[in-house]
């Protein structure tokens, strides 16, 4: 990081779109491996309702919803900072992409934690309905 | 095919998929919005068979969600791409890899295009019912 500030840059500016470009990489990159999951998951729509109920119950289960908090995140990261970058190369919001940023962070993050205590708490009903944490395929 | 796949590298393929990013980005930002609503927010949070079947019998849906998948798999096939030509420089493994990202979204649209026009709650009727004439027969087929 010590070469940042002989190549000339403002040291803050240049480190906060360092960073929101590195997590738009590793959220783009846990979406795409998501999505993949995913629509395998939901083609077991095709075999009827007794196994499309079956493997919802799996993905539905309390430590899924844990990890959907996670996946939130990242869908509300890359959607926000996706909408910054198109900003910054469209609307000339270059000026400004480091107040922009910390906007977007206080916005997400109320999204998120919104969002994350709805999971959270459905997780919680279902283990005080006598749900097990850890899901079991066919139980 | 293997030319058109090293061209991607170059300055004009990069700049296509440049403004194919932003566009498809902005189609995600309303088609996932409307995916989050429906399928965590406004039913309560738990996805039923029968939840998915009647919102899937209307067309308009069929359509929001044929919508989503393209541009979502076409998002995530170049957001591969873009990686792949960061971090791998030997133009052997570039084709492959290129080649294979693409091949794993092709599959993807196949099957999620099927899951959605084939739900059909006459069509699955229909074969339900099928399978109990089936059944009914003795096992016998026909
Ligand atoms: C919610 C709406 C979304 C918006 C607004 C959006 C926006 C963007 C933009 C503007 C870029 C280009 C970034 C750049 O050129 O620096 C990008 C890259 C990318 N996106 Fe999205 N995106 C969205 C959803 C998704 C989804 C659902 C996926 C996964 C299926 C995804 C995966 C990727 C990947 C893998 C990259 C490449 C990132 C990189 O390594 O540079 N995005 N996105």
């Known amino acids: 990081m010590g070469s940042l500030r002989t190549r000339g840059f403002s040291h803050y500016r240049w480190q906060t779109g360092q960073v929101a470009w590195l997590l738009h990489r590793i959220t783009g990159l846990a979406l795409v491996l998501y999505i ?79 969002g994350g205590a709805d999971m959270i708490t459905h997780a919680i009903e279902q283990m005080n309905h006598g749900d097990p944490f850890f899901p079991s395929l066919g139980g | 095919m293997l030319s058109m796949l090293k061209r991607s590298g170059t300055k004009s393929g990069g700049s296509t998929a440049w403004i194919w990013q932003r566009i498809t980005g902005l189609v995600l930002v309303v088609t996932l919005f409307l995916h989050y609503l429906f399928l965590h927010f406004l039913n309560g949070g738990t996805v039923t068979w029968e939840e998915v079947t009647q919102r899937l019998s209307s067309p308009l849906f069929k359509m929001i969600d044929l919508t989503f998948l393209v541009a979502a798999l076409f998002h995530a096939g170049q957001g591969l791409v873009i990686n792949i030509h960061d971090y791998v420089h030997r133009p052997g493994w570039r084709v492959t890899l290129v080649t294979l990202a ?41």
């Open chain 1, 36 to 114: 993949t999951m995913h629509i395998w998951v939901v083609s077991s729509l095709q075999l009827g309702e007794g196994p499309f109920e079956a493997t919802m119950a799996f993905v539905q289960s309390p430590l899924f919803r844990f990890l959907e908090v996670g996946l939130f995140f990242c869908v509300i990261y890359h959607a926000l900072n996706g909408l910054r970058v198109i900003a910054i190369d469209f609307l000339g919001a270059t000026e400004k992409h480091v107040p922009i940023f910390w906007v977007l962070v206080v916005v997400g993050g109320v999204l998120w934690v919104i």
């Open chain 2, 102 to 142: 693409w091949l794993l979204m092709l599959t993807l649209l196949i099957t999620g295009t099927v899951t959605i026009v084939t739900l059909e709650p006459a069509y699955i009727d229909q074969l339900q019912l099928g399978a109990a004439q089936a059944v009914g027969a003795g096992g016998v087929a026909r």
